[in-house]
């Protein structure tokens, strides 16, 4: 046992008390032979590579705060699906107004408007203090692509800035710059830029030099940009959610939105994680800064497809300018389905409630866990942090949390993190398997849901 070991209460109860969640049998041959047929009709076996993961693994069914793979194994979900699950999985509120919708027999007509479409843009207008105007589309990537389009028709201007560490989507302005190995783009500088490492073939070398990636929190660096390019816009996570949780440091947020007033580029918030999850606001409203456009998706519709460029009304209005050389293309044939919709309307009608107690619920299950994993550390003698905004967390194996990318490449202890991640899974509590992902708590999550997580990481950290 660890030193210090037993005087921490989750050390001493036996293996046996904190069952592996109830049908988990860790075989999983079910899901191997659908991966070997579906690798012969789809590259890599999936839809979408990130998804291609150790242990493979492909799920039948998901419910509340639960999972269960092709072999029955049933697991604790912190993943919900790279974030949209804020209220947890098939949420009855929100599937009977799709229902209810199905039953109507709207459907997607491809000409004119409805009313939900109404309906959506002024629940979203009236609670969401950055969105005065509203473009529905469908995917994040969609809503950051038609954002910087935007931004560029706007100001004339085509370079932009990105940054080390943070995802934006995978068009060719952002898909570049995030896992990135330090030996690929450097040692820290500041002020300066790093090389644009694209996260795969076939973005033009033209275009990667239109894009300026430096360090989240470093406002030096974005001067220096600035003084060299004529930039159309900066997009960034407000808290890079893709590496973990890295929050923005105090007047961090509000110097980019000076900057972005003195050289005249619009600022972009990319909310497609931390809004609606934080928030209805999103963290704009959290911290007080108001950016020109923002965008969202996951979780505002629970899980549906939808995403959302917003902003201030005079750069909204742009996109039906009459004057076709002033107005950038966004357009989209599954732009505001009728079941998105619904779901999104219902989304945001569940986290209305009470005046928002099911962030205040969140938050205290967020505190909960936190202090029990920083618990359980201490009591492993392990140095680590854990990294908390809400209900989304990542444990750090260093000493402090980390400020940006290069700090977190060169401190943090990637095989534990690794490790940790899969003994987790084999008993039962789905942690993404990928170093540094965010883990996510829903609606769904009970004090006991958290309580046997912390029994099970107890069991990981000491084994």
Sequence with gaps: MVEGAEDHPRSSIPKEELPVPATHTQSYATSKSIFEHNRKYIPGGVMSLPRRTEPELAFEKAKGAFMWDADGNRYLDYHAAFGPTVLGHNDHYVNVAVERTLKAGLDLCGSGTNTLEGRLAELMCTNIE???MVQILNTGTEATMSALRLARGITGRDHIIVMQGGFNGSHNDVACNVLTPIELIGPRVSPGEYKYIPLGSGVPLAHQQLVHIVNFNDLDSVKYVCKRYPIAALITEPILQNIGIIKPLPGYLQGLRELADKYGFLLIF?????GFRHSLGGYSKISGVRPDLAVFAKAMANGYVISCLVGKRELMQCIADADPTKRPFVAGTYNGHPLSLSAAIATIERLLE????????????????????EDIL???GITGVVARQGSAFCIYFMDHEPRDWHDLASNHDFARDRNMRQKMIQRGIYFFPVETKQCSISAAHTEADIELTLGMLDQCLHS
């Design 130 to 132: 950055v969105c005065e």
């Design 270 to 274: 990319d909310e497609v994680k931390t």
């Design 354 to 373: 009470g005046n928002g107690e099911i962030y205040e619920r969140l938050n205290r299950l967020g505190e909960q866990i936190q202090a029990g994993i």
């Design 378 to 380: 201490r009591a492993c």
